[in-house]
């Protein structure tokens, strides 16, 4: 994992409540990559049903 990285591949993540309804708010995915759109990490989270978003990290919480 990078040490700018909150979350490493393959974590699964909760979308949290406050996110906009297109992130998925409240639904469990895998992170399956990251990339840096103007200073702010994004992920990309795989859900159950295949279906890929980018949330930015500031949306995303550890399963543990």
Sequence with gaps: MN???K?????EVEVLPIAPAEL???QRGSVCGVRQIESENV???E????VA???PEKFL???D
């Design 3 to 5: 040490s700018k990285n």
């Design 7 to 11: 979350f490493d591949w393959g974590q």
């Design 24 to 26: 998925n708010p409240k």
């Design 43 to 45: 992920y990309l989270v």
């Design 47 to 50: 859900f159950s049903d295949g």
């Design 53 to 55: 978003v980018e949330i």
């Design 61 to 63: 919480k550890r399963i």
